[in-house]
């Protein structure tokens, strides 16, 4: 443990001087938000609570809402548990909604449906209802989505719902699907193989012919030992998985032991650490921040616990620490990830993680600046809320973090995002929790989407929208 903190602590700063995060100019704006409309999904979504979280708004959710080639995508479960997907004109206030021929089966709030777009071939690929079993995946006909306007938006358009991918089955213990569109067309799947506090990480690839298993790239053993006792079983948590324009492709991560020992409590989550590695060759091999190799993807040596160099920002399971919260790259490709957990001002042993994240838990931002050294800014927000945020950043590079509940704050490029202040404090939304944003759009027209669902009780269905902020021009 002492290498792990000594290395956290010499990479890893409490605030950022000004001016090292980003890129601003004098002349650049700071951030802010206008609302400029609010469309519905759907009147009569399907609502249970089930992980503290819903099915149709888990920020692990990639992607839930899409744009491309100026049309808008949304992926949903409606009341009566048909898988939905939908799109509009960007700026439109209609959707037009398609059922693509598979239920859900269970009331669990994982199971969650998320999109791709294979440019390669202009298809859309939608993976959904899984939880460490199977998975169910369609994709729609070839140029649907590169001519939307020409191309009617009916059920005809997508083939039938299938247990693998055109023929590829991964494994019987499938979970977390998030589809990444590489810099060459192609699509990845990234997803977890087996199960929580045991499980690895893996890719699979669409060429815009077939599907080919990449294999997996993370190692769920190896000895993990904290102030309280050690495990020897667990799985890396991805905070998102993107490529940069550059083609670089990013991901931030938690770990998550098996053996409940390594707490001071029985009450908290064994997550700790936050990690980070980067891959050149399209998730063939993997580097750790000094830019040595870690792990080889479908080789025998994967990225591990024990590995040194993983760890930017070092913490212990004994603060409620997050999994799978957010991530972002920059205009320069500098890589940007949301974390959060509660500060050890409240304490050094969190007993009940849902309680003390509500409570007193609070949101952390994580950059890597022009000079290379990283540095972390807590939000001055409390979540009072046991879920995740989501980060996006700008044109101008400013950052913003959409808070549970749709809550928006944001920083300055120009202050080294040190200037956190609140922007949206979700007055009138009444979201339930947890959002999904569209990390597609910004770069696109300049606007945030952010998809959320009305708050409700026990299992009656309530309203899903989309609601739209324009960003600095």
Known sequence: MKRR?????????SVAAPGLAGTARAADPGPSVTRTGNTTLDAQAIFFVSYDGLVNNNSFQKNGLLTYKGYQYAVWYTADRNAVVGRRVLGGSTWSTVKVGHTLRYNDSHNVIS???SKV???????????????????SVAGLMDNPAGLSWTASRFGAPQSTLDGLALT????????ISTPDGKLQLSYRVAVSGNGRNALAEYDGTSWTSLGEWTSSTGTYTSEHGSSTVRNMYLHGIDYDRNGRLHSFFTWREQNGAVMCNGGGITNHDTGYVYSDDRGRTWRNNAGTVVGTTGGSDKVAVTDSGLVIDAINPDHSLMNQESQFTDSAGRPHAIISYVPGRFGQCTTNYVADRTANGRAFHVRKTSTGTWRKTEIPVPLNSSQRTKLILDKYDNAYAVLPFGRIAAASAASGHTDWTTLFDGSGLNAFGEVVVDETRIAQDGVLSVLYQVKSSGTT??????????LPA
């Open 5 to 13: 903190t000594l290395l956290a602590t010499a990479l890893l700063g």
């Open 115 to 117: 999109m791709g777009v």
């Open 121 to 139: 071939d202009g298809r859309l690929h939608l993976n959904m209802d899984s939880h460490s079993d199977g998975f169910t995946y369609v994709k």
């Open 172 to 179: 019987s213990q499938f979970t977390y699907p998030q589809f």
């Open 461 to 470: 269905p309530s309203a899903l929208h989309v609601v739209d902020f324009k």
